[in-house]
């Protein structure tokens, strides 16, 4: 190769992204079309201005990446309450210093809900692609390797920057698509996946197997270096020029750059990152503990013990997959209320009734209607805030959301250290009570189409409870 051709290379992709942003601002009506937009992919359909996942193979190829991605996200997230019992056996420690692990990675959430929209400004998606395993990576080896126990929380810090990066990214990508209830279902129906299959491989190695705790992890830094070649391939094209010359023409009406400042001062973005806190607290805090709930109150055999979890993620992953395809035909905001609704009485048949058998049925059935929660947020996010404020916004909730997997579980080994394992049903069903409150303050009322007109008449948050209330 000559010198000269990397300068050339890098002039004509220049020159390429300056006539794609130059051709945004002269017809407005092509900025939907290119929202996500590489220099691989062909237009959105010109009736919804959303990109399919199948309109070219870059995007069939992309799609499946990220869909191999969430299934080993689930795997890490479930895998630890898998592991507890025998983690906090190897080291000796209690209730209270083992949930220190769901704690720790919050503050990789944190910060990945801080900086996901910068990485994208400056990196593209080819950094989100690159860091996210690679953060999960440098968290597994030293797990492998079984520190002395102060050593764990702290890498436990970077798989949850890696998990909160690619959490947030893929889920703006696929919640601005064609078919976005459809797509997100699958798209979490395999983080359900990874959770079902992770806890049952965990478990199956340390009870059949006789494994140590720390050999699951041998497998996923296998699975992750596989995750860091495919999705750096996959994304390699979606750089930073790329991204910006995508959200160009939709910069704000001052002409800058939507930042994640400016989008924090919009109180919908708050409310849907308060109800997903809630929402993967509750969902994190069940198959965190199942496992030692079972064991300790309901008395139930180690494998049992563990396979109870696994119907609990399998029941979300089917959830997810199943009413994803019914969500959006009746309407968000109605569907998501009536799975809250029997996803409330199915906790309190989980809590109240003293049989090991009809506890395995109740929270199965709990996790099928708690599965579609996540991916219906996504998609209300996208239908009530601008198209520019979707990177960050959906990024922010989704990577804070992500953090109720630390708070919530954290709290239930704190208080379950004085008070026992038990206190982990009031505590889901304190958190389900609040995510429905949150889910109602969201504009839009029960009727279908109702986020659009709620976007369309900006509508605020908590309309229908003032409108009730005047009428009152």
Known sequence: MSATQPAMAEAEEKQSVSTLVDNTQRDPEKAGELANATDEEAPASPTDNKQRWNDTPI???????TIFSFILLGMTDAVIGALIPYIETYYQISYTLVSLLFLSPFVGYLLAALLNNHIHHTLGQRGIAFLGPLCRLAGFIPLACHPPYAALPVVMLLTGFGNGIEDSAWNAWIGNMHSANELLGLL????????TIGPLIGTAMVTKGALPWYSFFYLMIGLDSVALVLMTSAFWRATAAVHRASLAS??????????????????????????LLGYVGAEVSLGGWIVTFMLRVRHAEPFIAGL?????????????????????????????????????????????????VAS????SFLGFFLGPLFPAAIVAATKLLPNDYHVSAIGFAAAFGGGGAAIFPFAVGAIAQSKGVQVLQPIVLAI????LLTWWLIPGGLRRGGLERARENQEKVGQEIRNLLARH
Do not use: C, M
């Open 59 to 65: 995007n069939i190829y992309r799609f499946l990446s």
């Open 308 to 356: 109870t979890v696994t119907f609990f993620w399998l029941g979300l992953t089917v959830g997810r997959v199943v009413l994803g395809f019914i969500t959006g035909r009746i309407g968000e905001k109605l569907a998501i209320t009536v799975y809250l609704l029997l996803s409330v009485a199915l906790q309190l048949l989980y809590w109240l009734v003293p049989s090991f």
């Open 360 to 363: 395995a049925i109740f929270v």
């Open 432 to 435: 389900l009570g609040f995510i």
């Open 188 to 195: 979490h129906g395999a983080y359900g996946l990874g959770a």
């Open 250 to 275: 939709s910069a704000g009406p001052d002409g800058k750059r939507t930042t994640t400042r400016r989008v924090l001062r919009e109180p919908i973005t708050w409310l849907l990152a308060l109800f």
